[in-house]
């Protein structure tokens, strides 16, 4: 768990890069040394960009590949210049921007023999789940629990955001359960 002052760090680099981005068309530069220990250490996380409860972008990293902190500045960066779900942010939005923060914790595989087996192990609201079949992969954070609260319904929902038919089944697909710590800044 990261302290307060942590947490805090993190929402104000997210905001921080995406108002560089928009200024310099680039990231916001980070010294990691210059962050606590536990910002510096490698870390991957999500960040989530909303205007009045509505998704403005959305961009994360699965595995922690580079310092908890450097993660953030980019994915915020990328959230609002290079989610092709929307058009780049404009500063007329800046002000209105919502960021959410979603540290990950490891991916653990889940071992299961059928759709009704994995569905059983899933936790509603707890669980990040990531789907890979073949070259095909996504995620839904825990946060998606609030709108696809039914278990069935939320993994037919991942399988479509892979790219898969929703009742597609094979015993080829994998799947890996995480949790997040969330961070939100209104």
């Known amino acids: 768990m990261l302290d307060e002052q942590e947490r805090q760090t993190l929402l104000q680099v997210a905001s921080a890069s995406v108002r560089h981005g928009l200024d310099r068309g680039q990231p916001l530069p980070i ?3 210059e962050y606590p220990e536990r910002l510096a250490k490698p870390g991957a996380c999500f960040v989530t960009l ?14 922690a590949w580079r310092p908890l902190i450097l993660d953030c500045a980019e994915n915020a960066f990328a959230a609002a210049f290079r989610d092709f779900r929307f058009p780049p ?9 919502d960021y959410q923060v979603s540290v990950l914790s490891v991916p ?3 071992d299961f023999q059928s759709e009704d087996d994995l569905l059983a192990q899933l936790r509603p609201g707890t669980d990040g789940l990531v789907l890979v079949c073949g070259d095909r992969r996504a995620t839904f954070l825990p946060s998606v629990w609030e709108s696809l609260p039914e278990p069935r319904t939320f993994l037919r929902h991942l399988k479509q955001k892979s790219g898969l038919a929703p009742e597609y089944w ?17």
């Open 108 to 110: 653990t595989p889940l």
């Open 50 to 63: 909303e205007i009045s409860g509505r998704l403005r972008g959305c961009i994360g990293s699965l595995e």
């Open 170 to 186: 094979s015993d080829a697909i994998k799947a890996f359960r995480y949790t997040v710590e969330f961070i939100r800044r209104m």
């Open 31 to 33: 010294a990691p040394e």
């Open 89 to 97: 942010v404009a500063k007329h939005e800046l002000d209105l921007l």
